[in-house]
């Protein structure tokens, strides 16, 4: 207890500075001698959301604790999360320095702290625990990779194109100027992946549920902050200091109290995730989650369409990249077509054998199968009819059935049933 209450109030002056800091960045609060405290601010935010993720999740879970328990390799995880965290906040720690230097050196020892955050992020929630069988595992990675070739097309069109065809002298630079709009592609999937993920039994779990949720949220804040920069870079009209720098540290607040969240709500309980599982069960199989890597195919088209109607050479140069993406995705739709058609088979021909037993049954013994609230006329011998006897009789009837059919190879029921 004292240890979620320290942490809480961290966590705490963790949202202050963060509201402060975009009172500061968003409405200019103090004007421009505020503006470096904003920033300040801001990389203050990023490390303490770090230290949070890693606290939460190195804290034991007590035994009379009531918390949702961690399954396989969900806290390394986790760990993996926190630190990516962490290590931003560091590259932009060095940052702050070298700027303090009047110095803005690209690249610079800050870059391996701003990008270890992606990889380390996307490793942590693909270790998350899976959410179902093997063959909707399958299909998961599947809706995630056809989510991840449109949105790498999309980007390409739009930012990852101009920035290759870009002349830069240096190659370390040129790489890193397109690692890190690329590495936003991977962190967009994880959002989709994080929404088909919900539907499966294992995040049920009220703490395990929210807290991917929270996770998404922290990671939209991050990447929408880090598209803006890398356009506005682009087009030479990037500004420090906006709401844009505050995207960046918010994000990964919010991650880290996605992690608090994880560690400290209570576990929910068996009959309750029955309960959850049962109700999803009756809605529709295909929700608007599963829309998402489709809506974004449907947007590939429409660049895809606008790149060919162009007669920029700028557009031509980009066209053989895009159109190989292209068919990549709409490949990956005609496998995951080929594998629900199979797997349709597969209920079909589950779903008519078991019709066929049950008209086996029914030839074998109708009244056992008709109604189960009339006297029967399937019992033993000398056996007299009611409702009282009837479950032990109906389990003899079909024990019979099946002993008579291994037994002879015949589908007479058993001495007894007329």
């Keep these: 207890m004292h240890a979620n209450l320290r942490l809480r109030i961290v966590l705490g002056f963790g949202v202050g500075l963060a509201l402060i800091m975009i009172a500061i960045l968003g409405f200019h609060l103090g004007g421009p001698a505020f503006l470096l405290l904003g920033l300040y601010l801001g990389t203050a935010d990023a490390l303490i959301g770090g230290i949070i993720v890693l606290v939460s999740v190195a804290l034991p879970i007590r035994s009379e604790e009531d918390a949702e328990p961690w399954l396989s390799h969900e806290r390394f995880a986790w760990i993996l999360i926190g630190l990516g965290c962490l290590m ?78 870009a002349s830069v002298e240096d190659p370390l630079s040129k790489f890193l100027g397109l690692y890190y709009p690329t590495s936003d592609i991977p962190l967009l999937t994880c959002v989709v992946l994080l929404l088909l993920r919900s539907r499966g039994r294992v995040y049920q779990a009220t703490a395990r549920r929210i807290s991917l949720i929270v996770v998404g949220l922290g990671l939209c804040f991050f990447v929408t902050s880090d598209i803006l920069y890398n356009m506005l870079q682009n087009a030479g009209t990037y500004v420090a200091g906006t709401l844009i720098s505050a995207g960046w540290p918010c994000g990964i607040m919010i991650i880290g109290l996605g992690a608090y969240l994880r560690r400290f709500l209570p576990a929910t309980s068996a009959a309750l995730i029955e309960q959850r599982v049962r109700r999803r069960t009756k809605r529709v199989i295909f929700g608007p989650e599963q829309l998402v890597p489709y809506l974004l195919l449907g947007i590939l088209f429409v660049v895809l369409v606008l790149d060919t109607l162009s007669s920029d050479k700028g557009q031509l140069a980009l066209r053989p ?56 006329r399937c019992g033993t011998p000398g056996g007299s009819g009611g409702g009282g006897r009837w479950k032990g009789r109906l389990f003899w009837t079909v024990f019979g059935y099946y002993r008579t059919q291994a037994g002879n190879g015949s589908h007479r029921a058993s001495p007894g049933c007329r």
Excluded at 108 to 118: Q, T
Excluded at 354 to 368: G, S, T, W
């Design 321 to 376: 990249v895009l159109l190989f993406a292209t068919i990549g995705v709409v490949g990956l739709v005609v496998v995951r077509q080929i594998l629900t058609i199979r797997v349709n088979a597969g209920l079909y021909l589950e779903a008519h054998s078991q019709r066929q037993y049950f008209e086996a049954l029914m030839n074998v013994c109708p009244v056992a199968v008709a109604s189960t609230t009339k006297p029967d």
């Design 88 to 165: 931003w906040g560091i590259g932009d720690c060095i940052w702050h320095y070298y700027q303090a230097l009047g110095q803005s050196p690209f690249p610079s020892l800050a870059d391996i702290g701003y990008s270890s955050l992606p990889p380390l992020i996307f490793l942590g929630l693909l270790l998350q625990p899976s959410p179902g069988s093997g063959r909707s595992r399958l299909m998961l990675l599947l809706d995630s990779l056809i989510a991840m070739g449109s949105l790498f097309a999309i980007a390409w069109y739009f930012l990852l194109g101009p920035l290759a065809l």
